[in-house]
């Protein structure tokens, strides 16, 4: 069956997105990342050392193959978030960026308003944007015609693993918005990753479930595998859920 | 809200912290524990001595919630004395101004030896640490340190003298993006009697110091009690009330606790609270589930065994290959530091440590952007 996923024009070869932080070392997160067949990973411009030696520089050890996705993590508003993009593209990260802007660092909730602002600018810079957001619809349609690449919706806040708490509001962004839709942030274990994916999310974005599990290579392959059921449970056309029994048997299939 | 913190401490006036902490029972802990956010008197519960029998779960709990915030990760940063001259009388402190020690302040073109001795050994992140004293640490000398220091470091933070608001944003204009502002103890009658003389003895200006940076849009602003001054529930109980009105009123900050001991120093100073091992472990593990997006940090004013044990209970930084004596590290200065170091270890040791621990040693947090 061919279900590609497209993002800018890009193929990416998995739906399965990896954040490389919080891990326990360099090495590991790259076995991870090669046990999550991830084709996107994503970055903090933070913690980007070219100045350092090898050991110490996290870009020695993102695959070749994979692409790397810088994130503005630390941005407080717009003109911050646009200033970290420019920086990690003159240090030869790329295109793509996921803006992070967060003005809240007891929630770390996304700011949709200073998010949009970013996406705005950085999208006339030629910038591939994914940005991180509140599942809010108006905020996503604003993202759109801002020139966003997908949106970002959280599921839950970061670091919680509470899972899809933000259900009801991202099935109506995947009803609604054209651009793929890529749940971040909150997914705690490999089902709830398969739920998102079954809502009709495009895709994945997993980092701290991953980084700090006990396993992070195996935790990797779980989640992977998981991407993949949901993917497909959607496209078969899984059946909704329902309140109340429905009879095998209908009282007017006599008329047919 | 906003207003100053001073008005929250008042709340706590007349609290009668003995009779609560005494009237805590163990199904008060346990209620805690079972709780996902803590209130300022479940805070308070868990410096109580009946929690103390509970302090593996405690300390268990604090481990999951610093590893889903921070991660397998240990900040490190060395910090870099320029100047020992102070016009503060600090009854506790080695640089207290009538302690006849050899005064010393680095002229810019020292800092940067000194810098650059302390950017071989890996280190990106600096704290850079003054005396109080403005005449001869004056801001504009600061700036040119801090010009300096930008070229060999990612991210630069200060401990100094508390500054005006409009100061604070000048120098995050040359590049500062944190301070270190311990209030030493939060309670105002023990502050008197510690701090004699000197612009320290305004200890509402102390205290409303983090706010003015947080106003002045500081990145990281960090806080903290000297623990041992007075009895450590209520300084570590107030740091806690501290960061927690900072996180409130000004979210934009990364919030920072700190937990320095009273250590021996130059003087006769005789520390009348001594905080034991187990009481500074309650008091991390406590802030951790009270504050669980504070950064946490242990300096080498404690030992390196002590250190590796707190790795994993809430600690997200460190100091690394530490000298407090003005010119420490490429000037052989011999002087009395501002306390002594308990982990002599190089960053490179340090380094080691962490990852014996399973967790990553992270030199570059931050950049200029």
Redesign the interface.
Known sequence: MEDPFIIAGHTIKNRFLLGT??????LLMKNTITASRAHIVTVA?????T???HD?NILEYLPKECITMPNTS?A?NAD?AI??AR?ARAAGCGDWIKIEVI????Y?LPDNAQTIIATEALAKEGFIVMPYMNPDLADARRLCDAGAASIMPLGSPI???KGVCMRELIKILVEEISLPVVVDAGIGRPSHAAEAMELGADAVLVN?AV??AQNPVLTARAFSLAIEAGRLAYCSGISASKETAEASSPLTGFLR | MKGTFSNELARFSNFDFPSFLERVRKEDVERVLLKETLNEFDFLTLLSPSAVEYLEPLAQKAHKSTLAHFGRVISLYTPLYISNYCENECLYCGFRHSNPMQRRKLPVRKVKMEAEEIASSGIRNVLLLTGESRIVSSVSYIKECIQTLNQHFASVSIEIYPLEKDEYASLIEYGVDGIAVYQETYDKNLYSTMHIDGPKSDYLFRLDTPQRAAEARMRQVNIGALLGLGEFQKDVFFTGLHGHWLQNNYPEIELGVSFPRIQPQAGDFVCEHPLTDQELVQSIVATRLFLPHAGITISTRENSALRRNLIGLGVTRMSAGSRTQVGGYSLAAAEEGQFEIADKSSVYEVREMIEQRGYQPVCKDWQAI
Do not use: P, V, W
């Open positions: 932080g919080k891990f326990a070392s360099h411009l933070r913690r980007i050392d100045q350092s030696s110490d630390g407080r911050e200033r970290i920086i003005s809240d660092n007891k770390l670091g919680t693993n701290t980084a700090t």
